[in-house]
């Protein structure tokens, strides 16, 4: 059973560039997680997707971010108009289910962005 | 969500056993005790997880006192490879069911 995959692994852009992130969940998971990890820092939630749902986005930026769960394919995030700050590594997890006691979330190897 | 404290560091001889200690005082009954790792930037590891039993599985051991207020991580034979940072995160109902909130963790050193 393959894991979580994201492509792609390194992502280079110049400032006023879009980013596109993707992530494909393991079999049978239905739900998608999107944290991010700034250079020396902890890992930080940003938003929570089930199929074709936002579910919990409370720690998306409210400007240029957006992601996407569609009912074929994966999950993507999306970041316009790249700033430096914007790079960062940013992991992708997926669950069976989202409401079930003790549902674990399994990560991804995660994108590395860096904004030039 | 329940705040967790870990200590900041911690060295362990490989081949010995490793014990991570995680305080969660304000753990709510129907929370949940997480262990993940993160070894050098690649994605965060899922180790373990506990409600108010003891577990056990190929990775690791939980221990969860009796009041529920903290709990031990034990890698019962260190290796080199275990070398990474390890959050405890507690998990509960509700709307912040679907996010983990990861602390500083705990940087585990195992040395040869």
């Known amino acids: 059973n393959a894991g979580v995959m994201q492509n792609p692994r390194h992502l280079v852009r110049r400032r006023g560039q879009e980013a596109r992130l993707r992530c494909s969940p393991m079999?049978?998971?239905?739900?998608v997680y999107w944290y991010r990890q700034l250079p020396e820092e902890g890992l930080k939630f940003m938003v929570y997707?089930?199929?074709?749902?936002?579910?919990?986005e409370s720690g998306m930026p409210k400007e240029r971010f957006s992601a996407e769960f569609p009912k074929e394919g994966p999950s993507i995030l999306r970041i316009q108009q790249v700033v430096r700050g914007d790079s960062a590594a940013y992991f992708c997890?997926?669950?069976?289910?989202?409401?079930?006691?003790?549902?674990?979330?399994?990560f991804g190897p995660g994108t590395r962005l860096t904004v030039l | 969500d329940a705040k967790t404290t870990q200590p900041t560091s911690m060295d362990c001889a490989e081949g010995r056993a490793a014990n991570l200690p995680c305080n969660h005082s304000?753990?709510?009954?129907?929370?949940?005790v997480y262990w993940y790792r993160q070894i050098h930037s690649q994605g965060p590891q899922y180790i373990i997880h506990?409600?108010?039993n003891n577990e056990t599985n190929e990775m690791a051991s939980l221990i969860i006192t009796e009041d529920r207020k903290s709990s031990t991580l034990i890698l019962p034979h260190a290796t080199l490879r275990d070398t990474a940072v390890y959050y405890c995160?507690?998990?509960?109902?509700?709307?912040?069911?679907?996010?983990?909130?990861f602390g500083a963790g705990t940087q585990v050193v195992v040395t040869p």
């Open positions: 997890a997926s669950s069976p289910s989202g409401t079930g006691q003790g549902d674990t979330q399994y």
């Open positions: 079999k049978g998971h239905s739900h």
């Open positions: 997707l089930q199929k074709e749902n936002i579910i919990d």
């Open positions: 304000t753990i709510s009954g129907n929370e949940y």
């Open positions: 506990g409600l108010k």
């Open positions: 995160i507690v998990r509960g109902r509700g709307t912040s069911w679907g996010k983990l909130q």
